[in-house]
Protein backbone atom coordinates (compact mmCIF):
# COMPACT_ATOMS: atom_id res chain seq x y z
CA UNK A 1 0.00 0.00 0.00
CA UNK A 2 1.92 3.06 -1.42
CA UNK A 3 1.01 6.24 1.16
CA UNK A 4 3.36 9.11 -0.67
CA UNK A 5 5.54 9.27 -3.75
CA UNK A 6 8.19 12.31 -3.89
CA UNK A 7 11.06 12.33 -6.33
CA UNK A 8 14.66 13.93 -5.76
CA UNK A 9 16.96 16.02 -7.93
CA UNK A 10 18.49 13.26 -9.48
CA UNK A 11 15.29 11.93 -10.88
CA UNK A 12 14.67 8.78 -8.53
CA UNK A 13 11.42 8.03 -7.47
CA UNK A 14 11.19 7.36 -3.43
CA UNK A 15 7.51 5.84 -1.56
CA UNK A 16 6.18 5.43 1.36
CA UNK A 17 4.13 2.50 2.14
CA UNK A 18 3.32 -0.03 4.70
CA UNK A 19 6.31 -1.88 4.57
CA UNK A 20 8.72 0.54 4.60
CA UNK A 21 10.42 2.96 2.43
CA UNK A 22 11.54 2.28 -1.96
CA UNK A 23 13.24 3.79 -4.25
CA UNK A 24 12.97 3.24 -7.88
CA UNK A 25 16.42 4.55 -9.13
CA UNK A 26 16.71 6.25 -12.67
CA UNK A 27 17.84 4.83 -15.55
CA UNK A 28 22.02 5.29 -15.91
CA UNK A 29 22.03 5.56 -12.55
CA UNK A 30 24.94 3.57 -11.26
CA UNK A 31 26.54 3.35 -14.76
CA UNK A 32 23.66 1.12 -15.55
CA UNK A 33 20.65 1.48 -18.08
CA UNK A 34 18.15 -0.65 -15.60
CA UNK A 35 16.10 0.78 -13.29
CA UNK A 36 17.24 -0.68 -9.55
CA UNK A 37 14.56 -1.27 -6.89
CA UNK A 38 15.58 -0.67 -3.33
CA UNK A 39 13.07 -1.16 -0.17
CA UNK A 40 14.45 -0.08 3.42
CA UNK A 41 12.47 -1.44 6.26
CA UNK A 42 12.36 -0.63 10.35
CA UNK A 43 15.79 -2.94 10.02
CA UNK A 44 17.67 -0.26 8.08
CA UNK A 45 17.11 2.34 10.72
CA UNK A 46 13.33 3.78 9.53
CA UNK A 47 10.82 4.56 12.46
CA UNK A 48 8.60 1.85 11.64
CA UNK A 49 7.83 -0.27 8.67
CA UNK A 50 4.04 1.62 8.47
CA UNK A 51 3.76 5.03 7.56
CA UNK A 52 0.88 7.32 7.07
CA UNK A 53 -0.92 8.48 4.16
CA UNK A 54 -0.04 12.39 2.97
CA UNK A 55 2.79 12.57 5.40
CA UNK A 56 5.38 13.31 3.41
CA UNK A 57 7.44 15.95 1.70
CA UNK A 58 10.07 17.56 -0.24
CA UNK A 59 12.38 20.26 1.94
CA UNK A 60 14.28 23.59 -0.07
CA UNK A 61 17.53 21.76 0.33
CA UNK A 62 16.77 18.39 -1.33
CA UNK A 63 15.98 16.15 1.67
CA UNK A 64 12.95 13.96 2.14
CA UNK A 65 10.93 13.32 4.87
CA UNK A 66 8.22 10.75 5.38
CA UNK A 67 6.06 10.42 8.49
CA UNK A 68 5.07 7.51 10.14
CA UNK A 69 3.38 5.83 13.17
CA UNK A 70 6.65 6.11 15.45
CA UNK A 71 8.25 9.17 14.08
CA UNK A 72 9.49 10.55 11.38
CA UNK A 73 11.99 9.95 8.82
CA UNK A 74 14.32 12.80 7.33
CA UNK A 75 17.45 12.08 4.43
CA UNK A 76 19.40 12.90 1.60
CA UNK A 77 18.58 10.75 -0.81
CA UNK A 78 21.98 11.85 -2.62
CA UNK A 79 23.49 10.66 0.74
CA UNK A 80 21.84 7.61 0.93
CA UNK A 81 22.43 6.03 -3.27
CA UNK A 82 26.37 7.46 -3.96
CA UNK A 83 28.59 4.70 -3.44
CA UNK A 84 31.18 5.38 -0.83
CA UNK A 85 28.71 6.96 1.69
CA UNK A 86 29.88 7.34 4.94
CA UNK A 87 27.19 6.27 7.19
CA UNK A 88 26.76 7.69 10.95
CA UNK A 89 26.10 4.96 13.50
CA UNK A 90 23.42 5.25 16.16
CA UNK A 91 23.31 2.96 19.55
CA UNK A 92 19.32 2.33 19.12
CA UNK A 93 18.64 0.45 22.12
CA UNK A 94 19.98 -0.90 25.73
CA UNK A 95 19.08 -4.01 27.31
CA UNK A 96 19.66 -4.55 30.93
CA UNK A 97 19.15 -8.11 33.00
CA UNK A 98 17.63 -8.85 29.26
CA UNK A 99 15.22 -6.15 29.31
CA UNK A 100 14.60 -3.17 26.73
CA UNK A 101 14.69 -0.28 28.83
CA UNK A 102 12.63 3.41 28.04
CA UNK A 103 13.16 6.89 29.78
CA UNK A 104 10.69 6.88 32.57
CA UNK A 105 10.86 3.42 33.43
CA UNK A 106 11.34 1.70 36.73
CA UNK A 107 14.74 1.44 36.16
CA UNK A 108 15.39 5.30 36.37
CA UNK A 109 18.79 4.30 33.93
CA UNK A 110 17.60 6.65 30.99
CA UNK A 111 15.88 10.46 31.13
CA UNK A 112 15.70 11.12 27.23
CA UNK A 113 15.98 8.23 24.39
CA UNK A 114 19.05 6.33 24.12
CA UNK A 115 19.57 8.10 20.74
CA UNK A 116 20.26 11.45 22.48
CA UNK A 117 21.72 10.14 25.96
CA UNK A 118 25.18 10.54 26.25
CA UNK A 119 25.77 8.56 29.52
CA UNK A 120 23.75 6.20 31.75
CA UNK A 121 24.95 4.94 35.34
CA UNK A 122 24.12 1.66 36.38
CA UNK A 123 23.84 -0.42 40.21
CA UNK A 124 25.48 -3.32 40.84
CA UNK A 125 22.46 -5.41 40.79
CA UNK A 126 22.10 -4.23 36.71
CA UNK A 127 24.92 -6.28 35.42
CA UNK A 128 24.41 -7.51 32.30
CA UNK A 129 24.44 -5.28 29.72
CA UNK A 130 23.43 -5.38 26.02
CA UNK A 131 24.01 -2.94 23.34
CA UNK A 132 22.14 -2.51 20.07
CA UNK A 133 23.60 -0.07 17.31
CA UNK A 134 22.79 0.59 13.67
CA UNK A 135 24.54 2.38 11.01
CA UNK A 136 22.45 4.22 8.44
CA UNK A 137 23.51 2.45 5.04
CA UNK A 138 20.07 1.78 3.45
CA UNK A 139 21.28 0.61 0.30
CA UNK A 140 22.27 -3.08 1.16
CA UNK A 141 21.73 -2.89 5.02
CA UNK A 142 22.86 -7.12 5.69
CA UNK A 143 25.97 -6.10 4.66
CA UNK A 144 26.84 -3.58 6.91
CA UNK A 145 29.86 -4.48 9.26
CA UNK A 146 30.37 -3.29 13.07
CA UNK A 147 33.51 -3.17 15.69
CA UNK A 148 33.21 -1.57 18.99
CA UNK A 149 34.91 -1.09 22.27
CA UNK A 150 34.42 -1.12 25.48
CA UNK A 151 37.63 1.09 26.79
CA UNK A 152 38.68 -0.43 30.12
CA UNK A 153 37.29 -3.76 29.45
CA UNK A 154 38.57 -4.19 25.96
CA UNK A 155 41.87 -3.68 24.99
CA UNK A 156 41.21 -3.35 21.38
CA UNK A 157 38.29 -3.13 19.02
CA UNK A 158 35.93 -6.20 19.02
CA UNK A 159 35.04 -6.88 15.49
CA UNK A 160 31.37 -8.28 15.38
CA UNK A 161 30.99 -8.92 11.98
CA UNK A 162 26.92 -7.75 10.65
CA UNK A 163 25.73 -8.65 14.39
CA UNK A 164 25.12 -5.44 15.99
CA UNK A 165 24.29 -5.86 19.46
CA UNK A 166 27.26 -6.35 22.08
CA UNK A 167 26.39 -7.66 25.66
CA UNK A 168 28.90 -7.21 28.80
CA UNK A 169 28.00 -9.76 32.10
CA UNK A 170 29.00 -8.54 35.60
CA UNK A 171 31.19 -5.06 35.04
CA UNK A 172 33.09 -3.95 37.57
CA UNK A 173 32.51 -0.57 39.33
CA UNK A 174 33.84 2.29 37.34
CA UNK A 175 33.79 4.35 34.29
CA UNK A 176 33.93 3.37 30.52
CA UNK A 177 32.93 4.47 27.64
CA UNK A 178 31.18 2.12 25.15
CA UNK A 179 32.49 2.98 21.48
CA UNK A 180 30.81 1.72 18.33
CA UNK A 181 31.92 1.65 14.39
CA UNK A 182 30.12 1.03 11.63
CA UNK A 183 30.67 0.68 7.85
CA UNK A 184 28.75 0.97 4.73
CA UNK A 185 27.56 -2.09 2.51
CA UNK A 186 30.32 -1.76 0.13
CA UNK A 187 33.20 -2.61 3.36
CA UNK A 188 34.23 0.89 3.71
CA UNK A 189 34.60 1.63 7.52
CA UNK A 190 33.14 5.15 8.61
CA UNK A 191 35.16 7.72 10.92
CA UNK A 192 32.05 8.48 12.53
CA UNK A 193 31.65 6.76 16.05
CA UNK A 194 29.11 6.76 18.32
CA UNK A 195 29.62 6.82 22.21
CA UNK A 196 28.05 6.21 25.48
CA UNK A 197 29.22 7.10 28.89
CA UNK A 198 28.73 4.10 31.35
CA UNK A 199 29.35 4.41 35.23
CA UNK A 200 28.61 0.96 37.36
CA UNK A 201 28.36 2.15 40.84
CA UNK A 202 29.67 -0.16 43.14
CA UNK A 203 27.56 -2.10 46.23
CA UNK A 204 27.07 -0.33 49.47
CA UNK A 205 29.62 -2.35 51.25
CA UNK A 206 32.23 -0.98 48.47
CA UNK A 207 31.46 2.55 48.46
CA UNK A 208 33.42 5.44 49.92
CA UNK A 209 31.39 5.85 52.76
CA UNK A 210 31.84 1.95 54.29
CA UNK A 211 35.37 2.39 53.37
CA UNK A 212 35.42 5.59 55.60
CA UNK A 213 33.40 3.35 58.23
CA UNK A 214 35.94 0.22 57.48
CA UNK A 215 39.00 2.81 58.62
CA UNK A 216 37.55 4.25 61.56
CA UNK A 217 36.88 0.68 62.95
CA UNK A 218 40.33 -0.14 61.82
CA UNK A 219 41.64 3.03 63.72
CA UNK A 220 39.80 2.29 66.82
CA UNK A 221 41.35 -1.25 66.74
CA UNK A 222 44.72 0.21 66.37
CA UNK A 223 44.15 2.36 68.75
CA UNK A 224 43.25 -0.48 71.67
CA UNK A 225 46.26 -2.42 69.86
CA UNK A 226 49.01 0.65 70.64
CA UNK A 227 46.80 1.28 74.31
CA UNK A 228 47.60 -2.14 75.22
CA UNK A 229 50.83 -2.22 73.55
CA UNK A 230 52.29 0.82 75.63
CA UNK A 231 50.69 -0.23 78.52
CA UNK A 232 52.66 -3.43 78.28
CA UNK A 233 56.00 -1.65 77.50
CA UNK A 234 55.33 0.86 80.17
CA UNK A 235 55.68 -2.03 82.88
CA UNK A 236 58.30 -3.70 81.32
CA UNK A 237 60.24 -0.11 80.79
CA UNK A 238 59.66 0.74 84.67
CA UNK A 239 61.49 -2.98 85.79
CA UNK A 240 64.33 -1.56 83.34
CA UNK A 241 64.45 1.87 84.31
CA UNK A 242 67.07 2.36 87.04
CA UNK A 243 69.42 -0.16 84.97
CA UNK A 244 69.16 2.47 81.85
CA UNK A 245 69.43 4.87 84.23
CA UNK A 246 72.29 3.48 85.44
CA UNK A 247 73.75 3.36 81.87
CA UNK A 248 72.75 6.71 80.66
CA UNK A 249 74.53 8.52 83.37
CA UNK A 250 77.63 6.88 83.46
CA UNK A 251 78.01 7.29 79.57
CA UNK A 252 77.21 11.21 79.59
CA UNK A 253 79.98 11.13 82.73
CA UNK A 254 82.37 9.49 79.99
CA UNK A 255 81.40 12.41 77.48
CA UNK A 256 81.79 14.69 79.66
CA UNK A 257 85.39 13.21 80.90
CA UNK A 258 86.49 13.27 76.99
CA UNK A 259 85.40 16.85 76.48
CA UNK A 260 86.93 18.84 80.04
CA UNK A 261 89.89 16.25 78.52
CA UNK A 262 89.78 18.29 75.45
CA UNK A 263 89.23 21.32 76.35
CA UNK A 264 92.12 21.35 79.35
CA UNK A 265 94.43 19.94 76.50
CA UNK A 266 94.04 23.26 74.33
CA UNK A 267 93.97 25.60 76.99
CA UNK A 268 96.87 24.18 78.64
CA UNK A 269 99.81 25.07 76.19
CA UNK A 270 99.06 28.77 76.03
CA UNK A 271 98.45 28.96 79.82
CA UNK A 272 102.11 27.02 80.43
CA UNK A 273 103.79 29.76 77.78
CA UNK A 274 101.75 32.61 79.66
CA UNK A 275 102.92 31.76 83.29
CA UNK A 276 106.80 30.40 81.95
CA UNK A 277 106.80 34.03 80.20
CA UNK A 278 105.53 36.02 82.89
CA UNK A 279 107.77 34.34 85.27
CA UNK A 280 110.79 35.15 83.58
CA UNK A 281 109.88 39.03 82.99
CA UNK A 282 109.66 39.28 86.83
CA UNK A 283 112.90 37.74 87.33
CA UNK A 284 114.70 39.64 84.64
CA UNK A 285 112.65 41.95 82.76
CA UNK A 286 115.35 43.96 81.08
CA UNK A 287 116.15 40.86 79.07
CA UNK A 288 113.07 39.26 78.66
CA UNK A 289 110.31 42.30 78.56
CA UNK A 290 110.21 42.81 74.67
CA UNK A 291 109.69 39.42 73.50
CA UNK A 292 107.80 38.20 76.97
CA UNK A 293 105.12 40.79 76.29
CA UNK A 294 104.79 39.89 72.25
CA UNK A 295 104.51 35.82 73.16
CA UNK A 296 102.16 36.73 76.65
CA UNK A 297 100.05 38.71 74.48
CA UNK A 298 99.80 36.04 71.22
CA UNK A 299 98.97 33.21 74.07
CA UNK A 300 96.56 35.52 75.33
CA UNK A 301 94.51 36.15 72.28
CA UNK A 302 95.08 32.28 71.24
CA UNK A 303 92.90 31.54 74.82
CA UNK A 304 90.72 34.34 73.56
CA UNK A 305 89.92 32.88 70.40
CA UNK A 306 89.46 29.07 71.77
CA UNK A 307 86.88 30.87 73.82
CA UNK A 308 84.73 32.96 70.89
CA UNK A 309 84.87 29.77 68.92
CA UNK A 310 83.08 27.46 71.78
CA UNK A 311 80.79 30.53 72.46
CA UNK A 312 79.90 30.53 68.74
CA UNK A 313 79.39 26.91 68.29
CA UNK A 314 77.17 27.02 71.92
CA UNK A 315 75.09 30.18 69.80
CA UNK A 316 74.85 28.11 66.39
CA UNK A 317 73.13 25.02 68.57
CA UNK A 318 70.76 27.27 70.53
CA UNK A 319 69.83 29.13 66.96
CA UNK A 320 70.67 32.59 68.76
CA UNK A 321 73.24 33.74 65.99
CA UNK A 322 71.30 35.16 62.99
CA UNK A 323 72.70 36.70 60.07
CA UNK A 324 73.90 40.14 59.66
CA UNK A 325 73.33 40.99 56.25
CA UNK A 326 75.26 44.08 53.95
CA UNK A 327 74.65 44.90 50.39
CA UNK A 328 78.35 45.05 48.62
CA UNK A 329 80.84 43.60 46.15
CA UNK A 330 81.70 40.32 47.95
CA UNK A 331 85.12 40.03 45.33
CA UNK A 332 86.63 42.67 46.85
CA UNK A 333 85.92 41.90 50.59
CA UNK A 334 87.31 38.22 49.71
CA UNK A 335 89.95 39.69 47.87
CA UNK A 336 90.86 41.95 51.95
CA UNK A 337 90.73 38.63 53.30
CA UNK A 338 93.11 37.16 51.40
CA UNK A 339 95.48 40.14 51.35
CA UNK A 340 95.54 40.00 55.18
CA UNK A 341 97.36 36.62 54.54
CA UNK A 342 100.07 37.65 52.36
CA UNK A 343 102.89 38.23 54.84
CA UNK A 344 102.12 35.43 57.05
CA UNK A 345 102.20 33.45 54.11
CA UNK A 346 105.53 35.03 52.74
CA UNK A 347 107.55 34.98 56.42
CA UNK A 348 106.23 31.04 56.19
CA UNK A 349 108.09 31.42 52.26
CA UNK A 350 104.71 30.05 50.94
CA UNK A 351 102.47 31.56 47.72
CA UNK A 352 99.47 32.37 48.30
CA UNK A 353 97.16 33.20 44.89
CA UNK A 354 93.58 34.40 44.28
CA UNK A 355 91.77 33.74 41.87
CA UNK A 356 88.20 35.21 40.48
CA UNK A 357 85.51 34.52 37.67
CA UNK A 358 84.68 38.05 37.88
CA UNK A 359 85.53 41.45 38.75
CA UNK A 360 83.17 42.28 41.13
CA UNK A 361 79.77 40.35 42.42
CA UNK A 362 77.45 42.55 43.94
CA UNK A 363 75.12 40.43 46.62
CA UNK A 364 73.85 40.08 50.34
CA UNK A 365 76.80 38.53 52.84
CA UNK A 366 76.90 38.51 56.15
CA UNK A 367 81.26 39.52 56.33
CA UNK A 368 82.07 38.37 59.95
CA UNK A 369 80.46 34.82 59.01
CA UNK A 370 82.15 34.69 55.40
CA UNK A 371 85.84 35.89 56.98
CA UNK A 372 85.43 33.33 59.38
CA UNK A 373 84.74 30.94 56.71
CA UNK A 374 87.47 32.19 54.80
CA UNK A 375 89.87 32.54 57.33
CA UNK A 376 89.79 29.27 58.89
CA UNK A 377 90.25 27.79 55.95
CA UNK A 378 92.89 29.84 54.75
CA UNK A 379 95.03 29.02 58.70
CA UNK A 380 94.29 25.51 58.13
CA UNK A 381 96.04 25.56 54.22
CA UNK A 382 99.20 27.55 55.81
CA UNK A 383 99.15 24.91 58.84
CA UNK A 384 99.58 21.84 56.63
CA UNK A 385 101.79 23.63 53.59
CA UNK A 386 105.57 23.36 53.57
CA UNK A 387 107.96 25.78 52.71
CA UNK A 388 107.60 26.68 48.83
CA UNK A 389 104.12 25.65 48.80
CA UNK A 390 100.82 27.18 47.08
CA UNK A 391 97.85 27.70 48.46
CA UNK A 392 95.21 29.04 45.69
CA UNK A 393 91.52 30.66 46.50
CA UNK A 394 89.54 30.51 43.80
CA UNK A 395 86.24 32.16 43.70
CA UNK A 396 83.17 31.50 40.91
CA UNK A 397 79.25 31.61 39.80
CA UNK A 398 77.21 28.91 39.20
CA UNK A 399 74.11 29.27 37.72
CA UNK A 400 71.95 26.72 38.58
CA UNK A 401 68.29 27.90 35.78
CA UNK A 402 69.77 31.01 34.87
CA UNK A 403 67.79 32.96 37.45
CA UNK A 404 69.66 35.29 40.09
CA UNK A 405 67.69 33.40 43.09
CA UNK A 406 69.22 29.96 41.85
CA UNK A 407 72.79 30.99 41.84
CA UNK A 408 75.32 29.93 44.03
CA UNK A 409 78.89 31.49 45.11
CA UNK A 410 81.74 28.88 44.82
CA UNK A 411 84.91 29.50 46.95
CA UNK A 412 87.57 26.79 46.91
CA UNK A 413 90.65 26.78 48.95
CA UNK A 414 93.16 24.45 47.87
CA UNK A 415 96.80 23.19 49.17
CA UNK A 416 99.68 21.45 48.12
CA UNK A 417 100.33 20.06 51.18
CA UNK A 418 100.04 16.88 52.60
CA UNK A 419 96.60 15.45 52.23
CA UNK A 420 94.27 14.39 54.16
CA UNK A 421 94.25 9.87 54.69
CA UNK A 422 90.53 9.04 53.13
CA UNK A 423 89.38 7.26 56.43
CA UNK A 424 89.30 10.50 58.34
CA UNK A 425 87.92 12.59 55.59
CA UNK A 426 84.45 11.77 57.31
CA UNK A 427 86.15 13.25 60.71
CA UNK A 428 87.50 16.37 59.84
CA UNK A 429 84.52 18.39 60.76
CA UNK A 430 84.17 16.76 64.07
CA UNK A 431 85.09 19.24 67.27
CA UNK A 432 88.73 18.55 68.62
CA UNK A 433 89.31 16.23 65.91
CA UNK A 434 92.87 16.40 64.57
CA UNK A 435 94.70 14.59 62.14
CA UNK A 436 96.54 11.34 63.49
CA UNK A 437 100.23 12.28 62.32
CA UNK A 438 103.53 13.53 62.93
CA UNK A 439 103.24 16.85 61.51
CA UNK A 440 99.94 17.73 63.06
CA UNK A 441 100.71 16.76 66.05
CA UNK A 442 103.99 19.83 65.79
CA UNK A 443 101.63 22.11 64.77
CA UNK A 444 99.24 23.91 67.41
CA UNK A 445 95.36 23.82 66.39
CA UNK A 446 92.33 24.68 68.58
CA UNK A 447 90.32 21.20 66.99
CA UNK A 448 87.55 23.42 66.46
CA UNK A 449 87.92 25.72 63.87
CA UNK A 450 86.70 23.55 60.76
CA UNK A 451 83.56 22.27 63.03
CA UNK A 452 82.91 25.99 63.21
CA UNK A 453 83.19 26.62 59.78
CA UNK A 454 80.67 23.97 58.69
CA UNK A 455 78.03 25.21 61.29
CA UNK A 456 78.84 28.68 59.98
CA UNK A 457 78.14 27.35 56.10
CA UNK A 458 75.16 25.37 57.53
CA UNK A 459 73.64 28.67 59.02
CA UNK A 460 74.18 30.75 55.58
CA UNK A 461 72.56 27.63 53.81
CA UNK A 462 75.11 26.58 51.99
CA UNK A 463 77.60 23.52 51.84
CA UNK A 464 81.53 22.64 52.62
CA UNK A 465 83.28 19.52 51.07
CA UNK A 466 86.79 18.26 50.94
CA UNK A 467 88.30 16.19 49.04
CA UNK A 468 92.38 14.81 48.99
CA UNK A 469 94.19 12.33 47.27
CA UNK A 470 95.86 9.82 49.14
CA UNK A 471 98.27 10.50 51.65
CA UNK A 472 102.09 10.73 49.47
CA UNK A 473 100.36 11.77 46.33
CA UNK A 474 101.38 14.97 47.54
CA UNK A 475 98.68 16.87 45.72
CA UNK A 476 97.33 18.69 49.02
CA UNK A 477 93.36 19.26 49.98
CA UNK A 478 90.67 20.94 48.19
CA UNK A 479 87.79 22.65 50.30
CA UNK A 480 84.77 23.80 48.50
CA UNK A 481 82.06 26.29 50.16
CA UNK A 482 78.75 26.51 47.86
CA UNK A 483 76.76 29.21 49.28
CA UNK A 484 73.27 30.85 47.72
CA UNK A 485 73.59 33.63 45.77
CA UNK A 486 71.30 36.51 45.36
CA UNK A 487 72.19 38.68 43.44
CA UNK A 488 72.03 43.12 43.56
CA UNK A 489 71.94 46.05 41.24
CA UNK A 490 75.40 48.27 41.49
CA UNK A 491 72.89 50.95 42.06
CA UNK A 492 71.30 49.71 45.35
CA UNK A 493 72.46 51.11 48.73
CA UNK A 494 75.83 49.83 49.10
CA UNK A 495 76.78 49.22 53.21
CA UNK A 496 80.36 48.12 53.42
CA UNK A 497 81.27 45.68 56.37
CA UNK A 498 83.74 47.26 59.12
CA UNK A 499 86.93 46.77 58.51
CA UNK A 500 89.45 48.83 60.98
CA UNK A 501 92.37 49.21 59.66
CA UNK A 502 94.44 50.03 62.55
CA UNK A 503 93.47 46.47 63.70
CA UNK A 504 94.57 45.17 60.13
CA UNK A 505 98.07 46.61 60.50
CA UNK A 506 98.64 45.74 63.74
CA UNK A 507 96.95 41.88 62.74
CA UNK A 508 99.36 41.48 60.03
CA UNK A 509 102.15 42.65 62.56
CA UNK A 510 101.48 39.89 64.42
CA UNK A 511 101.10 37.15 61.63
CA UNK A 512 104.41 38.75 60.41
CA UNK A 513 105.78 37.11 63.25
CA UNK A 514 104.82 33.64 62.81
CA UNK A 515 101.12 33.31 64.52
CA UNK A 516 98.33 31.40 63.87
CA UNK A 517 95.97 33.66 62.16
CA UNK A 518 92.57 32.88 63.51
CA UNK A 519 93.41 35.91 66.02
CA UNK A 520 94.14 38.24 63.82
CA UNK A 521 91.57 38.64 61.58
CA UNK A 522 88.58 37.26 63.23
CA UNK A 523 86.33 40.22 63.12
CA UNK A 524 85.29 42.01 65.75
CA UNK A 525 81.72 40.42 67.23
CA UNK A 526 78.86 42.28 67.97
CA UNK A 527 76.41 42.34 70.95
Known sequence: MVYGILPDNAGNIWGSTNKGIFCLTAAKNFNSNKRVFHNFTKANGLQDDEFNTGAYARLPDGRLAFGGVNGLNIFDPKEILVPGFMPNVFITDILINNESIAPGDKTAVLKN?????????????QDILTLEFSSLDLTAPGQNKYRYQLVGVDEDWVESGTRRTATYLHLPAGKYIFKVQGSNSQ???????????????????????????????????????????????????????EQREAKRVKELDTVKTQLYTNITHEFRTPLTVILGMAQQVKNNPPQHLDNGIDMIIRNG?????????????????????????????????????????????ESQKKQLHFLAEMDSLYMAYDPEKIRQIVANLLSNALKFTPEKGNIYITVSENNLLDEDERSTLIIKVKDTGIGIPESQQLHIFDRFYQLDNSHTRKTEGTGIGLALTKELVKLMDGEISVKSPPTGANKGTEFTVVLPLKRISATENISYPDINDTRLQKAERIKANGVGHDEEIKPKKSH
Open 187 to 241: GIWSDKTAELQITVLPPWWRSWWAYGLYAILLGLGIRAYFKFSVNRARLKSQLNF
Open 113 to 125: TIEQSKEITLTHL
Open 301 to 345: QSLLNLVNEMLDLSKLETGKMTLQLVKGDVINFLRYIVESFQSLA
